[in-house]
């Protein structure tokens, strides 16, 4: 991820959250991440499954290359002119885990009457995942011993 | 959570990404939950910590309440008028995971020059604790081996 200083300022020097929804905070941007992860790379198929109004589109795809979450490169159909598409980076893949828990969320608290469209599932299995708190040793903790601690570098410490 | 069908439809009635994002989409709306998780109950504490215009941070309670992630009750300090206190609900402290998991990819690829200013800990030990994808007996799964899988009841399945 390559930001100027100033750019990152803008985003909030102090709160990771924050930060994070300067690159993420709005609709789309999640809903462009969920087709990117779902296998989208071009711009008719993120169009064509989110019924975005192409400029959006174009703006969002731009912040999200910006930020380094997607890669841009160029494809040329035969008989087509140059195009291109985004492919999720290694930082891209990493917010799965986001949309893992907004998916979850959704999923419990504003359940479909017949069940959900999406599953998390493990590779290779029938497993089915959860989003949770893990510790060092990779065990599962529940919520109710996960806590938010400020450190010294908190401005309110 | 009491929602009218309505309502419901308006946010999606196919993924429930896109719904949670209708009640929490938006830069604000996470920030609120910020101070909520960190504490701030009072109207006051909330508009002093994010530093929001107030009709905005009006709106924004307004529909937290509305979707049941925050319930509002009267409290009244010596002296003063009646005023109204926000408190997370059981659907709102399970957001706890998704800004878990904000937090940590904004710490992990937007990250401050000096470390992180809020860490993620279990309660009752100083052990560090991540968000990630556990299996149903506890144990985490690597983001490799995490798949999203369409059920019969996703319109493009």
Known sequence: MQLSYDRWMELDPNCSIARSL????????????REAISGATRFAQFRDG????????TARLETLVEHGVL?????????SRTRFEYALTPAGRDLAVVLASLMQWGDTHLPRA?????????RGSEQALHVGFVDSE?????????????????PAY
């Not at 890669?71 to 008989?79: K, L, M």
């Not at 017949?114 to 493990?122: A, H, K, M």
């Not at 990779?138 to 908190?154: I, K, M, Q, S």
């Open 22 to 33: 300067g690159v993420l905070g709005e609709r789309w941007t999640f809903l462009i991440l």
């Open 50 to 57: 989110l019924r975005v109004a192409p400029d959006v589109l």
């Open 71 to 79: 890669v841009r490169a160029p494809y040329r159909d035969p008989g």
């Open 114 to 122: 017949d069940g959900p469209t999406v599953r998390l599932r493990q």
């Open 138 to 154: 990779g065990h599962e903790v529940g919520l109710a011993d996960a806590r938010f601690e400020r450190t010294p570098a908190h």
